[in-house]
């Protein structure tokens, strides 16, 4: 690069002012920049030498030191002037977007919609899914040009991604209708994906729910969402559980809720009776006076806690069922219990009838 004139470089005059030399260094460098000119050697080169003409001639001391004798010594390479001059600057031409030019486009983040049985959400599955994804993509590596070409800046912008358009006093900025704001023409787009850097796909991945998992969950498979372009990283794959409505059971938590229609007399007498768990059956022992709606538990007949050991437990809660067709031979029988147990009162109906009587004074 020695040798280069500076003055030309920047494409400005020897008398030009230390404004005309920083605009016309931030025109050429937001057009050369790397970020829009990924692979371009032939702008990264003149992006280099954009920046060391800069370095001397915004500096005074440097730029006279230039017009005297042709050279300055020590004069910042691209490195360290690109690091520390120059930073601020592209800061502000590229805002929050920088990052994102250079690092690519992640892919997106995909969902997942998995239906399992409450008695699978029980055990945990392990299962393989069928997923259809946007993958980077293999012919192009993600670029969208074919292997060995690359995008070229845009000549109806110049890079910029911008056209300015003049009305009276007003300059209107538009994306560039050539390169919709990209700043650069892919002129040789991957025959494989047709410029898009991603092809559709449908990826088998293993998939292990753990027992003790609730519906609503996610799990994230990280890197496993879309293909991220031009470099960028995939996206994650959230798998969300759905549990299917149980006939028997409803759930709360690692609790299992289940409603037992049973008898007076089983409720009168006690009784033991079977029930269903999840996968099976067991007994549920019924002591004598027990009240209608109350609740019976199994410990640990429930579900299995979410990376714990202990279960949750099994709830039935007991429905009175009231016969509605007697024969001769129960009526009977129910109309000898009602005469036997006619002055007989329970703990509920003594303190209501004590209530009624201090209100009827
Ligand atoms: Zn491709
Ligand atoms: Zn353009």
């Known amino acids: ?14 008398t030009a002012s230390e404004t005309e030399i920083k605009k016309s260094f931030r025109q050429l460098a937001m057009q050369l920049h790397p970020d829009r000119n990924p692979g371009d050697k032939k702008a990264e080169e003149s992006f280099k030498a954009v920046n060391e003409a800069y370095a001397v001639l915004s500096d005074p001391d440097k730029r006279a ?3 005297r004798f042709g050279t300055v010594g020590g004069t910042p390479g691209f490195e360290s002037g690109f690091g520390t001059l120059f930073e601020d600057i592209f800061e502000n031409f590229f805002g929050g977007e920088r990052g994102r030019r250079t690092r690519g486009r992640r892919g997106e983040d995909l969902q997942y919609e998995m ?7 029980a055990t945990g599955v392990e299962t393989k899914i069928q997923v259809p994804r946007p993958e980077t993509c293999s012919h192009c590596e993600g670029s969208g040009s074919e292997p060995g070409t690359h995008p070229e800046t845009c000549d109806t912008c110049r890079g910029r991604g911008e056209v300015r358009m003049s009305q009276g006093f007003l300059t209107v900025a538009r994306p560039c209708p050539k390169c919709h704001g990209e700043g650069r023409v892919n002129k040789h787009p991957c025959k494989a994906c047709r ?19 609730e519906d609503g969950m996610q799990l994230r498979l990280t890197g496993e969402g879309g293909g991220g372009v031009q470099g960028g990283a995939a996206g994650d794959l959230y798998v969300l559980v759905r549990i299917a409505e149980h006939e028997l059971f409803a759930r709360d938590g690692a609790d299992l809720y289940c409603e037992i229609p049973v008898t007076f007399p089983q409720l009168a007498l006690g009784a033991e009776i079977e029930v269903p768990v999840l996968n099976g059956t067991e007994t549920l022992p019924i002591a004598p006076g027990t009240q209608p ?11 299995p806690r979410l990376r714990e050991r202990r279960r949750g437990d099994a709830c039935y809660r007991l429905i009175l069922e009231v016969p509605q067709k007697l ?13 036997a147990a006619q002055s007989d009162h329970g703990p509920l109906s003594l303190s209501f009838l004590e209530r009624m009587k201090k209100l009827l004074g």
């Not at 239906?115 to 959400?121: F, H, R, S, V, Y």
């Not at 410029?195 to 998992?213: C, Y």
């Not at 024969?327 to 005469?339: G, N, T, V």
Request: aromatic letters at 6%; proline letters at 1%; hydrophobic letters at 35%.
């Open 327 to 339: 024969s001769a031979r129960q009526r009977e029988a129910l109309e000898a219990y009602a005469a």
């Open 115 to 121: 239906k399992l049985t409450l008695e699978e959400a």
């Open 1 to 14: 690069m020695a040798g280069r004139d500076y003055y030309e470089t920047l494409g400005v005059s020897r």
């Open 293 to 303: 709606n109350e609740v019976l538990r199994l410990r640990g007949h429930g579900m």
């Open 65 to 67: 030191q230039y017009d």
């Open 195 to 213: 410029g898009e850097g991603r092809q559709r796909a449908e990826r088998t991945l293993q998939v292990k729910i753990p027992s003790g998992i």
